[in-house]
């Protein structure tokens, strides 16, 4: 709390007034003959306990009164940042969250929850007396000194952009920062507490609370939670990109807010190279993900372009942009013994008739050797991998690689990030392991883009080794038994498939499930390669290197700043560049998460900041104070009536 | 000599009403009281049997003719009535509040009041003072000549000291040998079971009683509006307090003692009248005489 006029505040000796009063009152007394003497000894050794305290508290209320009024004459100012005990602070070091989804427009639809925290933080600031303000925005990760807070909104380092935030490197810049001023100082935290923003299970939370305790002078954490009422919003994002022979698959999705339900219809204007398009897509639910196919002529080596909904709540999310260039080769790695199955496997990464497709395979002894850099897609038909293998393919993955295990003959008790194979089991006499159950809309085994299904009812076992592990099933054989399982490893995605295409096996060879199978999980590995053409605002590729400049070549903004989304061309290179795909992550921070995160620091979550009806952080107390006063004179009053003695005294004159 | 406490008019227009006795009284001549005693009066009170020795000219002739027995008619006897004024003089008579007189001055005005209409009327009244003792007494007289020493010694009564009230009434009590009015005027700032033992030995020796409690209306009100020293006016114990916080607590004490004087007065079938310093004397007295006329005569 702080007072906007604190020499008033001197008048707080006034509540002495009335004990002074008291004192003096005591020593002032009349002397009187008096006759009635026994009832006045009597009564002098009754009136103890209730009569002093009520006189006391008559005295209390008076003084606290005058207190009061003292303090309402001060113009306190209490902000919801700073609470009651806070007193003047030298320091605010203000933490801006300026990610994409901060653009997201409040219940009114007037102002972003951006634009609306910078609004309550500069009347906050003002209210305090303009402490000095460092700004540490979300984009650049640079602090910097504001002059004053009424150009917060103003300048360049708080404007909008595509970008993410990684709150763990700001605590641990703003801390830094901290540690080399003096006086008191405070961190406010401005979020709409996206929990990708957060990401609560980093273990380097750990490093920026020793650093938060090591300052110097403790540091409160003010935490601007801006998870109030929003208006409706759909955002737009691109998953991938894939070329083909004739023209580029677009992996879309659309991601509706949790509260808006039933099925809307958004048309979707499509811009590539500068010719528009339009269709209208039907979103049934919370989100839809589908494919985008462009067609291109052979003389369309390279080009851009954008796909965008109308504007709606937040105008950030509602476009995403790509680009292409030549297509490259793919390349697939069979891990296996020499056999069936390999062979089998080898044909799927490599049907014929694919010449950007290549496949090489190699023994599970050669595999810490192989250069896995040009490797989309590792076909794992062996027993689990261990040694150097295990950390061969843990990278593999990190770098967005897909890596299908297949079961072996030989059972192996080894797991491969928690997953394993159980025991070969055979089918009874005479009968088949069934496939029955697959995900139809998602994995390998969906549905093609026209509708039709893949027939993998006709995949028949004899043996298998269902996999054991956390990861998601999409496919069971129709004893409920796994056959298909996935899981998302960093960039790259681990599948188990539980029988091989061996005569031995299954007729999983047959091509069926198999080839669909290899060839989708070898176009999700192939992304990876693709994205020298696709990167998100603020990856490593969309800085410029010595001699480079930037410019943006999209028709849909002009905008060229390093934050902005958009297809730019950095010195020789094509990119287009989007906000990242966590961005539209709708999940938001708990109160649990920040307490882990956060823990053992005096950090205070405000969750009004982003209420549309309170317009400031900071709030004027005076009436609070006047309010007190007449609180105090009421009690006083009350406590003065004289009911008993009244009344005795009435019945008293009424029995004469 | 004139008396500051008489009221001429007062007593003029109070002159008409009657004191009359509460129990027959047994006086010296014939009054206008009821006697114990049959007498010669016009008012028949029964027949009775003959007994050797009875004045055989009270005989009822015609009596004696109808039923052929001796009768002796017998009238009731009225004779005169003595009052005794017994004054409080202690040092608390001497309070009075800010405009109002002292408990002393209403009570000689209650007193010589009441004396004259009693001589007026043809009965006697006496005066007894006490203060810690009985100290002062005036003899019942019917003489209008004996009111100049009623009021002289009244006028001459100082309040001091503390009460000697209760063995002054059982000294009263034992020294009046035939049935009297004894009339007490006092605050009763005393030990209240003392005074009903005090008023049940007056009643057991058959006197008509009547209490005159008077009180300052401040004694009753207790407004004071600051921190107070109160000396004590019998003993001269000082209290210093402040009146806002005890004001309850005196409520409760002095109303338990009014409660309980009334309940001594009632107990010995005494005429109790509390009575404050503000209230205006002729109402006060015209209510008293009035409710002790017999119903029979109104």
Excluded at chain 2, 209 to 214: A, Q
């Amino acid at each position: 709390m702080t007072f906007l006029s604190p020499f008033l505040l001197w008048f707080l000796a006034a509540a002495s007034i009335p004990v002074i009063i008291h004192l003096l009152n005591k020593r002032r007394h009349k002397t009187i003959q008096w006759a009635a003497m026994q009832f006045l000894l009597k009564a002098t050794r009754e009136s103890r306990g209730k009569k002093k305290l009520r006189h006391i508290l008559i005295l209390t209320c008076r003084a606290l009164g005058i207190a009061a009024l003292a303090f309402a004459a001060a113009r306190p100012v209490v902000s919801g940042l700073v609470g009651w005990g806070a007193g003047t602070i030298d320091t605010v070091v203000l933490v801006l969250d300026r990610s994409a989804s901060m653009e997201l427009r409040s219940g009114d639809g007037q102002a972003t929850k951006r634009e609306l925290v910078l609004q309550k933080v500069r009347d906050a600031l003002t209210d305090l007396g303009n402490p000095r303000l460092v700004l540490l925005d979300s984009a650049s990760g640079k602090a910097q000194e504001v002059p004053s807070p009424d150009i917060l909104a103003e300048i360049s380092s708080t404007a909008a952009t595509h970008s993410t935030a990684n709150f763990k490197t700001l605590m641990t810049t703003a801390a830094e920062y901290l540690s080399r001023s003096t006086g008191r100082s405070e961190i406010w935290l401005a979020s709409d507490l996206q929990l990708s923003n957060w990401r609560p299970d980093d273990e380097r939370w750990a490093a920026v609370r020793a650093t938060l305790a090591s300052l110097h002078q403790k540091c409160a954490v003010r935490i601007l939670s801006l998870t109030g009422s929003a208006a409706p919003n759909v955002g737009l994002r691109l998953v991938g990109t894939r070329r083909l022979a004739d023209g580029l698959l677009l992996d879309l999705e659309l991601i509706r807010s949790e509260e808006d339900r039933g099925s809307i219809s958004l048309p979707l204007t499509i811009n590539t190279n500068g010719a528009r398009s339009s269709e209208t897509v039907i979103l049934p639910g919370q989100s839809l993900r589908f494919q985008k196919r462009i067609s291109l002529s052979e003389s369309d080596a390279t080009g851009h372009g954008w796909i965008s909904i109308p504007a709606d709540g937040n105008v950030r999310d509602n476009t995403a942009f790509f680009a292409y260039g030549p297509a490259r080769s793919i390349k697939s790695l069979v891990v296996a013994t020499p056999g069936e199955a390999g062979d089998y496997l080898s044909l799927a990464a490599a049907p014929p008739g694919f010449e950007k497709q290549s496949v090489e395979r190699i023994d599970p002894a050669q595999f810490s050797n192989a250069d896995t850099s040009n490797v989309a897609m590792i076909l794992w038909a062996s027993p689990l991998p261990v040694g150097a293998n295990v950390q061969a393919l843990e990278r593999f993955l990190s770098s967005g690689g897909q890596v299908v295990f297949l079961p072996s003959e030989t059972p192996s008790p080894e797991s491969f990030l928690g997953m394993q194979w159980g025991p070969v089991t055979l089918a009874e006499s005479g009968k088949f392991f069934i496939l029955q159950d697959w995900n139809k809309t998602d994995g390998p085994l969906r549905d093609g883009i026209d509708g039709s299904p893949i027939p993998a009812e006709r995949l028949r076992a004899i043996k298998r080794s269902s996999p054991t592990g956390d990861a998601a099933v999409l496919a069971r054989w129709e004893d409920g038994e796994t056959f298909l399982t996935r899981r998302i490893v960093d960039r790259g995605t681990l599948w188990f498939v539980s029988s091989i295409p061996d005569y031995t096996w299954s007729n999983l060879g047959d091509a069926d499930v198999l080839l669909p199978l290899a060839q989708r999980i070898l176009a999700l590995g192939a992304d990876r390669f693709d994205s020298s053409y696709l990167a998100e605002v603020g990856a490593d590729g969309t800085n410029l290197l010595a001699g480079e400049s930037r410019t943006r070549i999209d028709d849909y903004a002009a905008e060229n700043s390093p934050y902005e989304a958009g297809v730019f061309r950095i010195g020789e290179r094509l990119i287009a560049i989007n906000r990242p795909l966590a961005e539209n992550d709708l999940q938001i921070a708990s109160k649990d998460n920040l307490d882990a995160m956060l823990e053992g620091t005096d950090y205070r979550l405000l969750d009004q900041a982003g209420q549309v009806g309170d317009s400031s952080l900071s709030t004027d107390m005076w009436r609070s104070f006047l309010l007190a006063v007449l609180f105090f004179l009421i009690s006083e009053a009350i406590l003065c009536l004289p009911i008993k003695s009244t009344a005795t005294s009435q019945k008293l004159v009424a029995a004469k | 000599m004139p008396h500051s406490f008489i009221d001429n008019i007062l007593l003029s227009r109070l002159g008409s009403l009657p004191i009359e006795s509460r129990v027959p009284m047994m006086g010296n001549v014939a009054g206008k009281h009821r006697s114990p005693h049959r007498g010669s009066s016009v008012e028949f009170a029964e027949y009775r049997k003959y007994v050797p020795g009875d004045d055989t000219r009270r005989l009822d002739w015609k009596a004696f003719a109808r039923s052929d027995r001796f009768y002796i008619k017998e009238f009731e006897a009225d004779t005169n009535l003595r009052a005794y004024f017994v004054v409080d003089a202690s040092g608390s008579m001497n309070f009075h509040s800010p405009g109002q007189e002292t408990k002393i001055q209403y009570a000689r005005r209650i007193a010589s009041s009441l004396a004259y209409l009693l001589v007026n009327q043809g009965d006697a009244a006496g005066l007894s003072i006490c203060t810690d003792k009985l100290y002062l007494e005036v003899p019942p007289s019917r003489r209008a000549a004996h009111l100049e020493r009623f009021f002289t010694t009244l006028g001459k009564v100082e309040p001091s000291g503390e009460t000697g009230l209760i063995e002054a009434l059982h000294t009263i009590a034992e020294k009046i040998s035939q049935r009297a009015f004894v009339v007490i005027l006092s605050d009763f700032f005393t030990d209240t079971a003392a005074l009903g033992d005090a008023l049940q030995h007056l009643r057991y020796r058959k006197h008509d009683i009547s209490l005159f409690h008077l009180m300052d209306p401040q004694e009753i009100g207790f407004n004071f509006d600051r921190p107070h020293r109160f000396v004590d006016l019998e003993d001269g114990t000082i209290i210093v307090a402040e009146p806002n916080l005890i004001a309850d607590e005196y409520q409760t004490a002095l109303k338990d003692f009014l409660i309980s004087v009334r309940a001594k007065a009632h107990d010995a079938a005494a005429d109790y009248q509390l009575v404050t310093t503000d209230r205006p004397l002729e109402p006060l007295l015209r209510e008293f005489l009035t409710a002790r006329i017999p119903k029979a005569k109104h």
